[in-house]
């Protein structure tokens, strides 16, 4: 009997389609793959998430192509652990967000049913509409996925997506939120000015200085300043915000350095003394990020979840593979206490195959 869940994930930097097998623990990553966008793609994602503009046809064809891309990820995962559909129980698809606003509604892409008729896998999707009509953040999701890894452990597990989330796990009881932009602004203001991806290994950034007037005046931002539960995503922290706080004077890779200090400084004031910090998420591959991060939190151990048994880059696909898992035994997952949900939910639509 098919004991395997496949999870799919593409975050908020919308570089591409990370996916995994595990086993029915969801601790063991069974194989693991990468499946970019095309730059096509890509670019109706942009303009998507930061201008929210656009005809209902092209969503649906963007819909649809994410869907696809989705479904060739599985594909991809089958043929490396030489699996075919029937050794998969089901998959957990996260989805694409495009629009994300905590309390109120939350829209991911690439729809279920879609992906469960090309690869003929029962499929789960649309995990955060359940919570939000809870009165939930529908974010973040994870930290229950956390505190399974942690496998009862104290300590502290930082997603560096293109937004930031934070989970706290001590003595057993569980609090996570988004703290704010993590590689989002960094992605957007390279893309703009230099045409690239990403700031890769932080060199760019590192060519700058910190520009102080530019830090504080984001830092007085309302969002870091409210209480958890608490979300957000790239429709809030995009460009357009990022210009209400610059003059046009500033040197571009100063505004690059600076980026990197929101994200450092909205992090590290949401991690306990002494912590055991865990990393994860496309963020760790920032080294100037990384290095940011350990000497601004010299009191606490600053690893990444490789020490915890899931590599970085597929924490989050893992999660939604144990979500799915979770959801086709009736069980919940969310945490009443991250989201702010009234009650624990069992989330996700099943596309039945």
Same mark, same amino acid.
């Given at each position: 009997?098919?004991?395997?869940?496949? &999870?799919?994930?593409?975050?908020?930097?919308?570089?591409?389609?990370?996916?995994?097998?595990?086993?029915?623990?969801?601790?063991?990553?069974?194989?693991?793959?990468?499946?970019?966008?095309?730059?096509?793609?890509?670019?109706?994602?942009?303009?998507?998430?930061?201008?929210?503009?656009?005809?209902?046809?092209?969503?649906?064809?963007?819909?649809?192509?994410?869907?696809?891309?989705?479904?060739?990820?599985?594909?991809?995962?089958?043929?490396?652990?030489?699996?075919?559909?029937?050794?998969?129980?089901?998959?957990?698809?996260?989805?694409?967000?495009?629009?994300?606003?905590?309390?109120?509604?939350? +829209?991911?892409?690439?729809?279920?049913?879609?992906?469960?008729?090309?690869?003929?896998?029962?499929?789960?999707?649309?995990?955060? +509409?359940?919570?939000?009509?809870?009165?939930?953040?529908?974010?973040?999701?994870?930290?229950?996925?956390?505190?399974?890894?942690?496998?009862?452990?104290?300590?502290?597990?930082?997603?560096?997506?293109?937004?930031?989330?934070?989970?706290?796990?001590?003595?057993?009881?569980?609090?996570?939120?988004?703290?704010? *932009?993590?590689?989002?602004?960094?992605?957007?203001?390279?893309?703009?000015?230099?045409?690239?991806?990403?700031?890769?290994?932080?060199?760019?950034?590192?060519?700058?200085?910190?520009?102080?007037?530019?830090?504080?005046?984001?830092?007085?931002?309302?969002?870091?300043?409210?209480?958890? *539960?608490?979300?957000?995503? *790239?429709?809030?922290?995009?460009?357009?915000?990022?210009?209400?706080?610059?003059?046009?004077?500033?040197?571009?890779?100063?505004?690059?350095?600076?980026?990197?200090?929101?994200?450092?400084?909205?992090?590290?004031?949401?991690?306990?003394?002494?912590?055991?910090?865990?990393?994860?998420?496309? &963020?760790?591959?920032?080294?100037?990020?990384?290095?940011?991060?350990?000497?601004?939190?010299?009191?606490?151990?600053?690893?990444?979840?490789?020490?915890?048994?899931?590599?970085?880059?597929?924490?989050?696909?893992?999660?939604?593979?144990?979500?799915?898992?979770?959801?086709?035994?009736?069980?919940?997952?969310?945490?009443?206490?991250?989201?702010?949900?009234?009650?624990?939910?069992?989330?996700?639509?099943?596309?039945?195959?």
């Amino acid at each position: 009997m098919a004991n395997n869940y496949i &999870g799919l994930i593409s975050g908020t930097s919308l570089d591409g389609v990370d996916g995994v097998i595990i086993n029915g623990a969801g601790k063991k990553i069974l194989t693991q793959a990468y499946l970019p966008y095309s730059d096509k793609l890509k670019q109706s994602l942009l303009e998507l998430t930061q201008n929210s503009k656009t005809s209902l046809e092209n969503l649906a064809n963007v819909d649809i192509q994410v869907a696809s891309c989705f479904a060739d990820t599985v594909y991809l995962l089958l043929q490396q652990a030489g699996l075919k559909a029937k050794n998969i129980k089901a998959i957990g698809s996260h989805g694409q967000s495009i629009f994300h606003q905590g309390g109120k509604y939350s +829209m991911q892409i690439g729809h279920g049913a879609l992906i469960a008729e090309q690869t003929n896998i029962t499929t789960v999707a649309d995990f955060r +509409m359940q919570d939000v009509a809870a009165d939930g953040q529908g974010a973040p999701l994870t930290p229950l996925y956390h505190q399974h890894m942690l496998n009862g452990k104290d300590g502290v597990i930082i997603n560096l997506g293109g937004i930031a989330n934070i989970t706290h796990s001590f003595n057993g009881k569980i609090i996570g939120f988004d703290t704010g *932009p993590a590689n989002t602004l960094l992605d957007n203001w390279i893309k703009k000015h230099k045409g690239l991806d990403y700031d890769r290994d932080g060199i760019w950034s590192r060519s700058g200085v910190v520009i102080q007037a530019l830090l504080n005046s984001m830092l007085t931002d309302d969002y870091f300043h409210h209480n958890h *539960p608490k979300s957000t995503g *790239p429709e809030y922290f995009n460009l357009d915000w990022l210009s209400q706080h610059l003059n046009d004077t500033e040197r571009l890779e100063d505004v690059q350095r600076t980026l990197i200090e929101l994200t450092v400084m909205s992090v590290s004031a949401n991690i306990p003394l002494g912590a055991d910090v865990y990393l994860c998420g496309g &963020g760790v591959h920032n080294l100037f990020l990384f290095e940011r991060l350990v000497y601004q939190n010299p009191d606490s151990k600053v690893t990444l979840t490789n020490d915890l048994g899931v590599f970085v880059d597929y924490v989050e696909a893992a999660a939604f593979g144990f979500f799915a898992q979770r959801t086709l035994a009736g069980l919940p997952s969310n945490l009443p206490s991250v989201t702010g949900a009234k009650s624990e939910r069992v989330l996700g639509a099943i596309y039945q195959i």
